[in-house]
Structure formats: C-alpha cells, structure tokens
C-alpha cells in the first residue's frame, strides 16, 4: 500500500488530454513539492516534472504539472503513442523523514 | 555528460549480505545528495536510502532501517549501499539516483535476488 494514491490505470486516444491524479496528506504533498517520473518498460525511471510543476530540460511543454491541498496532478496534452508508459509521483514526507512514491499508472494509448 | 553506474546485484540466500556501488560522473559530486530506489519485480518505484552531499546525513525507509546503511567515498565519486540480514521481499532492482526526491539522474539498475 503506497503513501501517495494514484489511479493503475489511465487511457487516452491520441491527441487527447489527460490527467493522472495523485493523492497524499499535509505531511507528504500538502507541504511539500511533487515531483512525476516516467518509465517505459524495461528502463530506468526519468524525471518528468519537479517542484510541482517545473520541467527539466527536454520535457516537452505538453507535459505539465500542478497542486491543490494534498493533491497533485499531472496533465499530457496532445497525446502521443510514445507517451504509453508507467507514471509516478512522489514528494518528501515530513512525518516518516523520507520520500514516498505513488503505486504508479499505466498510460495506454488508444 | 552525466552518468551513474551501478553494480554488485546478484543472487545471495536469506539472512546474507551484499554491497551494492554506484559510480557517478559528470557533476560536482560531493555537492549532491543521492539515493537509492528499488523496484519489485511488477511493482511500483519504493525508495529505500539517501545521503547527503558530505556524507554527514542518512536517511532510510522504515522496511530497511537497521539492516541496510548508506554511506559514499567523495573522492571516488561513489555511493554505497550495504544490505545485511536480507529477506526475500528484499529482491529488487535497485536504482542509484542523483539527489533526493526530485531524482534527475538515474542509473540502469542491478537486480538483488534474495532465494534459497
């Protein structure tokens, strides 16, 4: 049972918008950042978006992140078949001094 | 470029130990914290250890507190992370990550096996 709540699955057809929530409490995403990361099968995790809604370098702008309370969200616009991956978000936990994950969604492209 | 490279997985039997390395480059190494996440076979990302830029810092997730202990060699751009008293719910790969929580860098994984 992970700290952080995410929905398994989420789907869209291309060139839609969609959104992957992400549910915490006030020690965990009501104080502090979040951060999504990507991961395609069989590889290593990416850094999608940090400090709530920043993107590294390379993201494209289709990728946006967002907080409200002690929840957070990830929307992807103009959907893309590449975009089918694996979904997590995480922050720092106040109470158990550490980062907690969310369980993850699974984005299928339509 | 930077690059971060683990290894030492493999399999050990429960109750065993293993040091897992994770060699970093390309970054001012000791100017960054870094981490360790895992990640059960079908399961989701768990994080499992950080430590500070020098070193003077460790933090650990509650699963491994008291079994696995963090530490890094500035002068060898290295972090380490040394598993004791490992259980089956321990195999996993394990993922070297540069800072802590919002993780920008991450290498390829070594895969812990813990059977009999």
């Known amino acids: 049972q992970s700290v952080l709540t995410q929905p398994p699955s989420a789907s869209g057809t291309p060139g839609q918008r969609v959104t992957i929530s992400c549910s915490g409490s006030?020690?965990?995403?009501?104080?502090?950042?979040v951060n999504w990361f990507l991961q395609l099968p069989g590889t290593a995790p990416k850094l999608l978006i940090y400090?709530?809604?920043l993107r590294p370098s390379g993201v494209p702008d289709r990728f946006s992140g967002s907080k409200s309370g002690s929840s957070a969200s990830l929307a992807i616009s103009g959907l893309q078949s590449e975009d089918e991956a694996d979904y997590y978000c995480?922050?720092?936990?106040?109470?158990?001094?550490?980062?907690?994950f969310g369980g993850g969604t699974k984005l299928t492209v339509l | 470029e930077v690059q971060v490279l683990e290894s030492g997985g493999g399999l050990v039997q429960p109750g065993g130990s293993l040091r897992l390395s994770c060699a970093a480059s390309?970054?001012?190494?000791?100017?960054?914290?870094m981490s360790w996440v895992r990640q059960a076979p079908g399961q989701g990302l768990e994080w499992v250890s950080t430590?500070?830029?020098?070193?003077?810092?460790?933090y650990y997730a509650d699963s491994v507190k008291g079994r696995f202990t963090i530490s890094r060699d500035n002068s060898r751009n290295t972090v380490y992370l040394q598993m004791n008293s490992l259980r089956a719910e321990d195999t996993a790969v394990y993922y070297c990550?540069?800072?802590?929580?919002?993780?920008?860098?991450w290498g390829q994984g070594t895969l812990v096996t813990v059977s009999s």
């Open positions: 430590i500070s830029g020098n070193g003077y810092r460790t």
């Open positions: 990550a540069k800072n802590s929580g919002d993780f920008d860098y």
């Open positions: 390309g970054f001012t190494f000791s100017s960054y914290a």
């Open positions: 006030s020690s965990n995403i009501g104080t502090n950042n």
């Open positions: 400090g709530t809604n």
């Open positions: 995480a922050a720092r936990d106040d109470s158990l001094d550490g980062v907690v």
